[in-house]
């Protein structure tokens, strides 16, 4: 079985030396790869750049921008049982790239963004049959209404709902709560843990049983 699952916060640049990303540290997506590792299975971690070391057993790309990672994912998805997207991939991206370091000047700089491609809503609308999806939702508000109309509107399967406005848990931390809300009005509370042990809870629901 082939599993896909990406990782850690796109960089988009703004020149040649500064770019825009988020506060994911891939903490989350790499857990996945580590607990998804396992014979018979076949895990490609597609990830943007982190502090940490690829797991042992796993197939590892590395990426920086959004678009890169759509590339990856497109090629790599293909022939995948299981995609779970845990990257946060950034939404927008500067417009254009400037060449070489952009040098200050008197007054603001009005930075012009555009939108960057919804990866995870590309595979929902191209899935292959069988094909299980699987998406995060990073929230600080609404969470449960949030994380619902990203299952619906991106089409997947499951989408693990996570609030980042507490501390204690999401971006950066050891540990982290989910709740996965699935098609059809599923819901499965895997409560609060370290983020391997909320990774294996995970898999246990999100991976085809056949
Ligand atoms: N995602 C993606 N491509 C993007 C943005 C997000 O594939 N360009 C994926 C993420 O990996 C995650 C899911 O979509 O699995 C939800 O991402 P999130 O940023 O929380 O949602 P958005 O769709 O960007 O919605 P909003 O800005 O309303 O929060």
């Known amino acids: 079985m082939k599993i896909v699952i990406t990782a850690g ?7 040649a030396v500064r ?4 506060r994911s540290t891939g903490k989350m997506g790499y857990a996945i790869a ?17 502090a940490l070391a690829a797991p042992a057993g796993v197939e590892f790309i590395a990426v920086e921008s959004a678009a890169e990672m759509a590339e990856a ?7 995948a049982r299981l995609v779970i997207m845990a990257a946060a991939v950034a939404d927008y991206r500067p417009k254009t790239v400037m060449p070489g370091k952009f040098k200050k000047r008197e007054g603001n700089w009005v930075l012009e963004l555009e939108r960057t491609e919804d990866i ?18 990073a929230e600080t508000d609404d969470l449960l209404a949030n994380a619902a109309g990203k299952l619906e509107r991106k089409n997947l399967d499951w989408i693990a709902a996570n609030d980042v406005s507490r501390r204690e848990i999401g971006f950066g931390s050891d540990n982290n709560a989910i709740t996965l ?7 499965v509370e895997l409560g609060f843990g370290s983020k391997r042990e909320l990774a294996e809870k995970l898999l246990q629901t999100v991976l085809p049983r056949d």
């Open 9 to 15: 916060g796109t960089r988009e640049k703004i020149d």
């Open 73 to 79: 994912v497109r090629r790599e998805a293909v022939d």
């Open 19 to 22: 770019f825009i990303t988020n």
């Open 181 to 187: 809300l699935g098609r059809g009005g599923r819901k």
């Open 34 to 50: 580590e607990a998804a590792a396992a014979p018979g299975r076949r895990v490609v971690l597609i990830s943007a750049p982190t």
């Open 120 to 137: 995870l809503a590309s595979l929902g609308q191209s899935r292959h049959p069988g094909q299980v999806l699987v998406g995060f939702a």
